[in-house]
T-cell receptor
Framework: AQSVTQLGSHVSVSEGALVLLRCNYSSSVPPYLFWYVQYPNQGLQLLLKYTSAATLVKGINGFEAEFKKSETSFHLTKPSAHMSDAAEYFC?????????????FGKGTHLIIQP | ETGVTQSPTHLIKTRGQQVTLRCSSQSGHNTVSWYQQALGQGPQFIFQYYREEENGRGNFPPRFSGLQFPNYSSELNVNALELDDSALYLCATDGPGGSNEQYFGPGTRLTVT
């Protein structure tokens, strides 16, 4: 079964510092990969996605992620953290293309921004 | 703004009761998926409907069932509620054709007492 591992349930960084949120997936076949953000009491918002077109993917709000097949990783980064980035971040994977198997999510990483 | 709405926002039910949650999306979105997000966890896939038929299901028992209607609305029904059913229930619709993206609604918070 497919799985997604997010290392670190909580990550704390200072405002202006680099943000790095880690995601590893289990598969021998490159999947579709996504990062979503969830603000308190809200649904999930798509940050970015990987669908084999390019290994470095740029998303909204200055976030980007790099697909590394050899490491089965899809880590999320942002060069300079902003207070508004404080939220829960989820990495997700799908293998079906059409989505009939749904998205498999990691457990999430809570990003804390220190002033 | 995803164009996906859900109702109600919050709901409290008693163990053993039945509940219906609703989701609406904009026209042209033929796929709807439902997810359960327990507190402190990532969402878990319940099932997906495509043009009013179930075409994928996660590891959830048959007491979780759904419907999709021609007007791009859908329902999630849960029978014989259990305390562990307390969660945020999210519906999601497909993105632009072939994009493999899903766009989520704000969710319904269900509490079972």
């Amino acid at each position: 079964a497919q799985s997604v591992t997010q290392l670190g349930s909580h990550v704390s960084v200072s405002e202006g510092a680099l943000v790095l949120l880690r995601c590893n997936y289990s598969s021998s076949v490159p999947p579709y990969l996504f990062w979503y953000v969830q603000y308190p009491n809200q649904g999930l918002q798509l940050l970015l996605k990987y669908t084999s077109a390019a290994t470095l993917v740029k998303g909204i709000n200055g976030f980007e992620a790099e697909f590394k097949k050899s490491e089965t990783s899809f880590h999320l980064t942002k060069p300079s953290a902003h207070m508004s980035d404080a939220a829960e971040y989820f990495c997700a994977v799908s293998y079906s293309g059409g989505g009939a198997d749904g998205l498999t999510f990691g457990k999430g990483t809570h990003l804390i921004i220190q002033p | 703004e995803t164009g996906v709405t859900q109702s109600p926002t919050h709901l409290i039910k008693t163990r053993g009761q039945q509940v219906t949650l609703r989701c609406s999306s904009q026209s042209g979105h033929n796929t709807v998926s439902w997810y359960q997000q327990a507190l402190g966890q990532g969402p878990q896939f319940i099932f997906q409907y495509y043009r009013e038929e179930e075409n994928g299901r996660g590891n959830f028992p048959p007491r979780f069932s759904g419907l999709q209607f021609p007007n791009y609305s859908s329902e999630l029904n849960v029978n014989a509620l259990e305390l562990d059913d307390s969660a945020l229930y999210l519906c999601a619709t497909d993105g632009p054709g072939g994009s493999n993206e899903q766009y989520f609604g704000p969710g319904t918070r269900l509490t079972v007492t």
